[in-house]
């Protein structure tokens, strides 16, 4: 099936990666970057899918898993083996993994040689309802995550869920996470789609494949709308408020998942307050479904604060949140007082 409009976005079982991208953009020359759990597993099979589809895969460069690899060290290195696997400026790099791979070889696709063609093909549920659509990449410094990046939409996405079959579960909880988030913020056929989360992770291949092209979907259209971040794609960040104030007070010891989990369920709060509409239960509810926390531990409300108060994206002295009004309408950039979101912070410690 396919969902994206500016570039494809196909979303099957098995699917013949290099048919599908001989048919989004011009055969030639490629390289596969990869890392140390998912290459060994699958780049084999997905370069014997692009040789016979015509592409010429002149280097394999796999890093280490993890979030490591989001390092400059990493990327330099990966710019080297290309240089010297001679790929060109019309060459194409295919990025097969999670998030990780997805947001190094993105950067790499943006900066070798001034822009070379970029493939997406995620293979943890994160990277495919999330980070291999919109073209957000980037690297880690040490002084933050996601400090350098560059935007470069893909020429195409192509999400095979046979991978999902080897991904841990706690992984797959992690893209459930935005998941849910975006079902809550898109309202209609994908919040629906959302009532089948338990058989989707029972193994019902077709619940998981409606809520991962519906989800898909959503963050390609809302994407479409503001490519640049400078409006409504602001609702993504619904949960995220919270999410990365709890983060960062975790020391990033907690999963991005499980703080965007109690960050939701923290904006949930906020929006009853703000619009009095009660979705908390509903959201506790589908968290738990999915595997996630509704709430952390050990955290103190204050140190998540000062975290938030820290966050990239907040401006002047009040917080401001993506709330919900209802399902499927979210308002940005809602002001909160400091007490609050204070309140709304220990409700799920
Ligand atoms: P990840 O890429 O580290 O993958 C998680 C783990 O699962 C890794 O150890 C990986 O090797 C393993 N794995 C991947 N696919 C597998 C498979 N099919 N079977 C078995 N194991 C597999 O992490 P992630 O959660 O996919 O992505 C997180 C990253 O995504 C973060 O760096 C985050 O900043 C980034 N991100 C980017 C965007 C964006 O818009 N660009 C959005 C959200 C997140
Ligand atoms: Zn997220």
């Known amino acids: 099936m396919r969902a994206g409009e500016a570039y494809p976005v196909e979303v099957g079982c098995g699917l013949d990666v290099g048919a599908l991208a001989a048919a989004a953009l011009e055969v030639g020359d490629?390289?596969?970057?990869?890392?140390?759990?998912?290459?060994?597993?699958?780049?084999?099979?997905?370069?014997?899918?692009?040789?016979?589809?015509?592409?010429?895969?002149?280097?394999?460069?796999?890093?280490?898993?993890?979030?490591?690899?989001k390092s400059l060290a990493v990327y330099g290195e990966v710019l080297r083996r290309l240089a010297r696997a001679g790929l060109m400026r019309d060459g194409a790099l295919f990025a097969l993994g999670g998030g990780v791979v997805g947001d190094l070889g993105g950067f790499v696709a943006a900066s070798y040689m001034r822009g070379i063609s970029l493939v997406m093909l995620p293979t943890t549920l994160l990277a495919m309802v999330d980070s291999s659509v919109g073209g957000k990449t980037g690297l880690d410094l040490p002084e933050g995550?996601?400090?350098?990046?560059?935007?470069?939409?893909?020429?195409?996405?192509?999400a095979d869920l046979g991978f999902l079959e080897s991904l841990p579960r706690r992984e797959l909880s992690m893209g459930l996470a935005e998941v849910v988030k975006m079902g809550l913020l898109a309202g209609g056929r994908l919040f629906g789609a959302l009532q089948r989360l338990a058989?989707?992770?029972?193994?019902?291949?077709?619940?998981?494949?409606?809520?991962?092209?519906?989800?898909?979907?959503?963050?390609?259209?809302?994407?479409?709308?503001?490519?640049?971040?400078?409006?409504?794609?602001?609702?993504?960040?619904?949960?995220?408020?919270v999410g990365h104030g709890l983060e960062a007070a975790s020391g990033y010891g907690l999963a991005h998942g499980e703080a965007v989990a109690a960050g939701m369920v923290a904006e949930a709060l906020l929006s009853r307050r703000v619009f009095g509409t009660d979705l908390v239960g509903l959201h506790?509810?589908?968290?738990?479904?999915?595997?996630?926390?509704?709430?952390?531990?050990?955290?103190?409300?204050?140190?998540v604060l000062g975290a938030?108060?820290?966050?990239?994206?907040?401006?002047?002295?009040?917080?401001?949140?993506?709330?919900?009004?209802?399902?499927?309408?979210?308002?940005?950039?809602?002001?909160?007082?400091?007490?609050?979101?204070?309140?709304a912070v220990e409700a799920v410690l």
């Open 284 to 303: 506790e509810r589908l968290l738990r479904e999915a595997g996630l926390p509704v709430r952390v531990r050990g955290l103190e409300a204050a140190e």
């Open 30 to 69: 490629c390289a596969l970057l990869t890392d140390s759990t998912v290459g060994p597993l699958y780049a084999g099979r997905v370069r014997r899918s692009l040789r016979a589809a015509g592409w010429r895969v002149l280097e394999t460069v796999e890093v280490p898993a993890g979030e490591g690899s």
């Open 145 to 158: 995550k996601n400090l350098v990046g560059a935007f470069l939409q893909p020429r195409l996405v192509a």
């Open 308 to 343: 938030m108060r820290r966050d990239k994206k907040r401006r002047g002295g009040e917080h401001r949140f993506v709330l919900l009004r209802e399902v499927g309408r979210p308002v940005w950039g809602v002001e909160v007082g400091e007490e609050e979101a204070l309140s």
């Open 199 to 241: 058989e989707a992770l029972a193994g019902d291949a077709g619940a998981l494949e409606e809520l991962v092209l519906l989800s898909v979907s959503f963050k390609a259209g809302v994407v479409a709308e503001d490519e640049r971040e400078r409006g409504r794609r602001a609702i993504l960040n619904y949960g995220h408020t």
